[in-house]
């Protein structure tokens, strides 16, 4: 054989076995395809992988299911279909960039009564709530600063040292009926709808039949959960401006700390009553609320058997006094508007001597008293932690409780303040 041929047979054999090391060097593809199928929290069409963040991950597990053709998408990656045609193509990774860039789309997402709404997105600076507890979901989630419109009963119950700003915002018709006309009028770009009552459930079906869903978001997600993480990553995610994302992202965590505390306790040990004191006019009202252990994890702390599906019920002082008989008070209590929050441990222990002292939570100072201004679904877990810890379980540090409190009033509060003075109490600090 010709020693070129030889010689140039060698060179290919030497070229080809390079080229198959190269190869073999290459990266595998490396998607994450791993994915949740329960217990998602951020629930928009586009979260192919069921976390807590709409991504580049989302993207390419998108992408890695049309290339491979997964048939079982449905079923293992439950919310990737982000355009909501029933099948997975590009189209649907190029929503999520879309997302990812800020760049106009329509988001569909499955909203707190488990219909399957859509939004116009990005969402615009200019939002309006039909309830205050939308507002302290909005500052969890950061994007308070984008509130400019109420309802009207908001302002009877907060003032702008709570909800900075509210004497200057629009009110949008009734806390108990706002109609679409009244909304489409608000100037607004989004209405975000206190999802756990039903009082305006009907605004989403009604928008989106006369087309204004196109053009305003109508969210609904779930703002009074034990621990309120869910819908305020919810808010987070669909605003997503970044801070709004990594804010609620911060809660969150926060909250699943508080909550593994709290499940290392196991069942519930105590049994509680749950009081409400509210002045309104000059006449004081005092209502047995087992209905409101949404506030408080039942890990914590078990309601009164005759009470705790009750909702609230107003009793006279003797049915109160037997319904409490040998356990301890949590009291829900409400600033009059003409007490300083300086004076209101003063004006606090007034009222609790003045209605509690025949109780026998008042003799063996187990009163538990937070004020209800803060008292909506996304300090829940805050306040659980820090009752189990006022009701000394081992399982909870009183003072970590007292600092995560702080720590929650600071930074995730419409208002910012430094301290719980003011804000929670225990009967021994009261007497």
């Known amino acids: ?60 597990i998108i992408e890695k299911i049309v290339a491979d053709d997964v048939k079982d998408w449905k079923t293992r990656y439950v919310y990737a279909d982000a355009n909501q045609d029933g099948k997975i193509t590009s189209e649907d990774a190029d929503v999520v960039q879309n997302y990812i860039d800020r760049k106009s789309t329509t988001l569909y997402y499955k909203d707190y ?70 909304v489409a009028a608000a100037g607004i770009d989004a209405f975000i709808i206190y999802s756990n009552w039903p009082g305006h459930c009907y605004l989403y079906d009604e928008a989106e039949k006369s087309g204004l869903a196109n053009r305003i978001a109508f969210i609904s997600v779930d703002i009074q959960q034990l621990d309120g993480a869910s819908g305020t990553l919810m808010i987070g995610a669909l605003f997503n401006t970044g801070d709004s994302v990594s804010k609620s992202l911060e809660y969150a965590g926060k909250v699943d700390k508080i909550i593994d ?22 006449d004081y009202y005092q209502y047995i609320a087992g209905g409101a252990a949404n506030i408080v994890s039942k890990k914590a702390v078990n309601f009164t058997a005759a009470y705790e599906n009750a909702g609230n019920v107003m009793v006279d002082e003797e049915t109160l006094v037997a319904a409490s008989k040998g356990v301890p008070i949590i009291i829900q209590f409400q600033m009059p508007s003409g007490v300083e929050r300086a ?13 509690l002292t025949k109780t026998d939570a008042y003799a063996n100072k187990e009163i538990y008293a937070i004020d209800s201004d803060l008292i909506n679904g996304v300090s829940g877990a805050y306040f659980g932690a820090y009752l189990t810890a006022a009701m000394l379980y081992d399982s909870v540090d009183y003072d970590d409780a007292v600092k995560e409190l702080e720590s929650f009033l600071e930074n995730f509060m419409p208002a910012k303040v430094s301290s719980s003075k003011g804000y929670a109490y225990t009967n021994k600090e009261l007497s």
């Open 1 to 60: 054989m010709d020693k070129k041929i030889v010689i140039a047979a060698i060179v290919v054999i030497a070229l080809i076995a390079v080229a198959a090391a190269a190869l073999l060097m290459l990266p595998k593809d490396s998607t994450d395809m791993s994915s949740k199928t329960d217990d998602i929290r951020v629930t928009i069409f586009g979260n192919a992988n069921g976390d807590d963040v709409i991504d580049e991950k989302d993207k390419k």
């Open 113 to 182: 009564f488990g219909t399957i709404a859509h939004v116009p997105y990005p969402i615009g600076s200019k939002v309006g709530v039909d309830h205050p507890y939308p507002a302290f979901i909005m500052a969890a989630a950061g994007v308070y600063d984008r509130l400019v419109a109420v309802d009207d009963a908001s302002p009877m119950y907060y003032g702008d040292s709570v909800l900075p700003g509210l004497s200057k915002m629009k009110i949008i018709g009734s806390s108990t009926k706002i109609t679409l006309e009244q």
């Open 261 to 282: 505390k709290l499940d290392g306790m196991g069942v519930a040990k105590r049994t509680v009553l749950f009081d409400y004191i509210a002045q309104w006019g000059s």
């Open 343 to 355: 004076n209101v441990d003063t004006y606090l222990g007034e009222r609790i001597q003045a209605m």
